[in-house]
């Protein structure tokens, strides 16, 4: 007989988690699913300093200054801790409503608007809250069941509530909001330099190098004035790319600067939330440049609300091999007492205490001087306890 035995296996909440998001290292990095943009941001920067540092900076170095490498290699650290930064952690997303707190947002809003007709549209579920003597609208998210915070919104590629929501970038493969948004502009803003920087002493490169062909200077590292191989294909390949990236990177930067000077968010920008017709003052902003820079760059950075390691407990049925345990006063049945008494027996015939019994013979099995004629009586078994004579 075999026996169900509930056993519980251990399962962390991100394993859970509802949304379109990806999770590694048991739930300490967390990134959006689409992640090849990520890759590619990956390959051009690695591959870029990667040819700077293999031949621009060792030439460099003996013909200007040590320093140049030094520096660049600083930059790009900065620059890779930064984007490792805003890509593996939480950009601050809101968890979503449980079904009992569900069902009661949806009780307090029925008694609010009330019943209504059939065929009518419902009235929009909005909360008005009010931030420094202003009126801001909180909007009701059916996906996550809750009413957003201020400046909240749901990222429809991570289907996630996203608290201070920007934007959601591919090249870094998240979503960037209140606990990312710092490590985002200092990583465009590092990686503008960065790009400046190569971009520059690619020209300078390429302009010593034009000097050694033409024998004014010399050439440092072996080579010979009026070499071939100056202007190489690599040291090309590298200034389009910065030439490229540079534009795009440090608008980039200068837009995200302005954001950060005004205390707003792209997505806020976009919607002409404090722009445009509706003329409302920005209540987030303190009126000063440099307060708002220090509350977007250096104020306390919130903790994440998901728990994403925390233990969940769910029970797991199994099989295992074992007697049935049966209620007192109940008996087995015939086929399964049959069984136990020939276990039992064999078991004694082992140990020697009780002989084996001497199986039964027919009529047709019995020996000749033994077998009854057709309508002879049985013989009486002997009585036992008689003596024999």
């Known amino acids: 007989m075999s026996v169900m035995v509930a056993r519980k296996k251990v399962v962390r909440k991100w394993e859970k988690l509802p949304g379109r998001n990806t999770f590694c290292c048991d739930g300490r990095i967390m990134m959006a699913r689409q992640k090849g943009i990520f890759y590619l941001t990956l390959f051009l920067i690695l591959g870029t300093c990667a040819l700077f540092f293999a031949f621009e900076c060792r ?22 801790a930064t984007l490792l930064r805003t890509s593996f952690s939480d950009p601050g997303v809101i968890p979503r409503a449980l079904p009992d707190e ?16 059939q065929g009518q549209r419902p009235p929009p579920r ?4 009010q931030i420094n003597n202003q009126i801001v609208k909180l909007k009701y998210c059916y996906t996550c069941k809750i009413f957003r915070p201020p400046r909240a919104s749901h990222c429809s590629i991570c289907d996630n509530c996203v608290e201070r929501f920007d934007h959601h970038c591919p090249w870094v493969g998240n979503c960037v909001g209140k606990r990312n948004y710092r490590y985002f502009y200092l990583f465009i803003l590092s990686l503008s330099l960065l790009t400046i920087y190569i971009f520059t002493f690619n020209i300078v490169y390429v302009a010593l190098k034009k000097l050694v062909c033409l024998g004014l200077v010399t050439g440092g590292l072996g080579l010979l004035p009026g070499c071939p191989l100056s202007l190489t294909v690599l040291t090309v390949l590298e200034v389009l790319i910065c030439f490229f990236t540079l534009w795009s990177v440090v608008g980039l930067t200068g837009f995200h600067t302005f954001l950060v000077a005004l205390n707003q968010t792209t997505n806020e920008d976009i919607k002409g939330s404090w722009t445009g017709k509706n003329r409302v003052q920005n209540p987030y902003s303190h009126g000063n440049i440099v307060k708002n820079c220090c509350e977007v760059l ?19 049925s199994t099989a295992q091999e074992g007697p049935c345990p049966r209620a007192p006063g109940t008996q087995e049945p015939p086929a399964t007492q049959g069984t136990r008494q020939a276990e039992e027996s064999s078991m004694k015939q082992q140990d020697g205490s009780i002989p084996p019994p001497t199986p039964s013979l027919s009529d047709t099995e019995m020996p000749e001087e033994k077998q009854r004629t057709p309508g002879e009586p049985p013989v009486p078994p002997p009585v036992a306890g008689r003596a024999e004579h």
């Open 59 to 80: 030439y460099l170095a003996v013909q200007l200054s040590p320093a140049i490498p030094v520096f660049a290699a600083v930059l790009f650290l900065f620059a890779m």
């Open 298 to 316: 250096c104020g306390p950075l919130p903790p994440s609300v998901l728990d994403r390691r925390g233990i969940l407990h769910q029970e797991e």
């Open 102 to 117: 569900a069902a009661f947002i949806e009780m307090e809003i029925e008694a609010t608007n009330g019943t209504v007709p």
């Open 126 to 129: 909005i909360k008005n809250f």
